[in-house]
């Protein structure tokens, strides 16, 4: 099984310029997560999905945006990049709202420049 | 919401020794859960340990073990028979088991196990 997968895994951007991180499970998950690692901490949220067609916003989600339009994938963009958003990305996802583990994808590590 | 402490930047243990790793946590929920994630320098993230609420017994995976003591709001992690492959970095989070189960981190223990 694959279970999480993330693409791309590296990726250098300029600032201003739009891209999307996708994340994509197959376990039939139903809950997924975007998080943000930066140097020094933890792991921060920035959205989340309990489910197809449904989005929530984390504790830092400005300058981002998020769509599951399929249960599968939970996509990540970024509008306008910019330096502060220089991190490594995960994504996560749970079976449901009776589970607990989280299984995390490999992580995208993102420079805006 | 929770909030996550983890006072130890770095630790080194000597290798076939035991170490614990330290985790503090405050939430307002009732219902949480605490885990335990090692992330290694090639960066993936492991689930190592989970540790409910309401769980009487501290949880136990082979080598690790979650000292969870409640009324203290601590949830240590305890590495016995330390390899050098656990040499890595170690996450606490914690997650309320009444929503989404988003997870709040700390920001990370530096294991070195010396040779």
């Known amino acids: 099984n694959a279970g999480v997968t993330q693409t791309p895994k590296f990726r250098v951007l300029k600032t201003g310029q739009s891209m999307t991180l996708l994340c994509a499970q197959d376990?039939?998950?139903?809950?997924m997560y975007w998080y943000r690692q930066d140097p020094g901490m933890g792991l921060r949220l920035i959205h989340y999905?309990?489910?197809?067609?449904?989005?929530a916003k984390g504790e830092v989600p400005d300058g981002y945006n998020v769509s599951r339009l399929k249960k599968q994938n939970f996509l990540l963009g970024l509008e306008s990049a910019a330096p502060s958003q220089t991190s490594v990305y995960f994504c996560?996802?749970?079976?449901?709202?009776?589970?607990?583990?989280?299984?995390f994808g490999q992580g995208t590590r993102l420079t805006v420049v | 919401a929770q909030k996550i402490t983890q006072t130890q930047p770095g630790m080194f243990v000597q290798e076939k020794e035991a170490v614990t790793l330290d985790c503090t946590y405050d939430?307002?929920?009732?219902?949480?859960?605490l885990f335990w994630y090692k992330q290694p320098s090639s960066g993936e993230m492991i689930f190592l340990i989970y540790?409910?609420?309401?769980?009487?017994q501290n949880a136990t995976e082979g080598r690790y073990s979650l000292n969870f003591q409640k009324a203290r709001k601590s949830a240590n992690l305890v590495i016995s028979a330390s390899q050098l492959g656990d040499s890595a970095m170690y996450f606490c989070?914690?997650?309320?088991?009444?929503?989404?189960?988003?997870?709040?981190f700390g920001s990370g223990t530096q294991l070195t196990v010396l040779p």
């Open positions: 989070a914690a997650g309320s088991l009444d929503s989404a189960r988003q997870l709040t």
């Open positions: 939430t307002s929920d009732q219902s949480y859960g």
């Open positions: 996560a996802s749970i079976k449901d709202g009776t589970d607990t583990e989280a299984f």
């Open positions: 540790q409910g609420s309401y769980d009487e």
């Open positions: 999905s309990v489910g197809e067609g449904t989005t």
């Open positions: 376990m039939n998950h139903e809950y």
